[in-house]
T-cell receptor
Framework: ELKVEQNPLFLSMQEGKNYTIYCNYS?????LYWYRQDPGKSLESLFV?????AVKQEGRLMASLDTKARLSTLHITAAVHDLSATYFC????????????FGKGTHLIIQP | DADVTQTPRNRITKTGKRIMLECSQT?????MYWYRQDPGLGLRLIYY???????NKGEISDGYSVSRQAQAKFSLSLESAIPNQTALYFC????????????FGPGTRLLVL
């Protein structure tokens, strides 16, 4: 059974600081997705990582994938309040032949 | 207009009632999915469909059934609702080939009393 673990599950940080969210998974996969969810809203796709060493950046967010370590990271640089949300990683172990397996999410609060 | 729509957006029902949640998409995607979200548990897959004739169970299909009426429509039914099916339900779609991200609908918030 595929397990996807995120940590931390809750993070409160100040504006201007840097931090990293970790996503570990238990089976071989080279397809990993990051989503953002605002309170009461749907999930918004942030990044799609499709190979070992893949790195994607958008604004203050950067995601990377290490398939050998079965680890993805979401790094936040100089956080701003608008990045407050819940962030999910999800793994697709069968190359699209199955649904996604999600982590439990990281609830991120960025305080002024 | 939204690419993936869900109806109803909110629903309160009683234990034992049959209810249907509907999902429609205009993205032209072949693959459609139903997930439920519970606080602190992330999203879990209920059913998924790769085309009208291809329906597959997900991790937590017990107590649910689905119908793929057309490429654009995928419905989720609770035959006899129970309180622990109270959750937020999401429909999602993706393209058929390659590693494609899933696009999520706005969600249906269901309360079973």
């Amino acid at each position: 059974e595929l397990k996807v673990e995120q940590n931390p599950l809750f993070l409160s940080m100040q504006e201007g600081k840097n931090y990293t969210i970790y996503c570990n998974y238990s089976t071989t996969s080279d397809r990993l997705y990051w989503y953002r969810q605002d309170p009461g809203k749907s999930l918004e796709s942030l990044f799609v990582l499709l190979s070992n060493g893949a790195v994607k950046q958008e604004g203050r967010l950067m995601a990377s994938l290490d398939t050998k370590a079965r680890l993805s990271t979401l790094h936040i640089t100089a956080a701003v309040h608008d990045l407050s949300a819940t962030y999910f990683c999800a793994v697709d172990p069968l190359g699209g032949a199955d649904g996604l397996t999600f982590g439990k999410g990281t609830h991120l609060i960025i305080q002024p | 207009d939204a690419d993936v729509t869900q109806t109803p957006r909110n629903r309160i029902t009683k234990t034992g009632k049959r209810i249907m949640l509907e999902c429609s998409q205009t993205k032209g995607h072949d693959r459609m999915y139903w997930y439920r979200q519970d606080p602190g548990l992330g999203l879990r897959l209920i059913y998924y469909s790769f085309d009208v004739k291809d329906i597959n169970k997900g991790e937590i299909s017990d107590g649910y059934s689905v119908s793929r009426q057309a490429q654009a429509k995928f419905s989720l039914s609770l035959e006899s609702a129970i309180p622990n099916q109270t959750a937020l339900y999401f429909c999602a779609t993706s393209a058929a080939s390659g590693a494609q991200t899933q696009y999520f609908g706005p969600g249906t918030r269901l309360l079973v009393l």
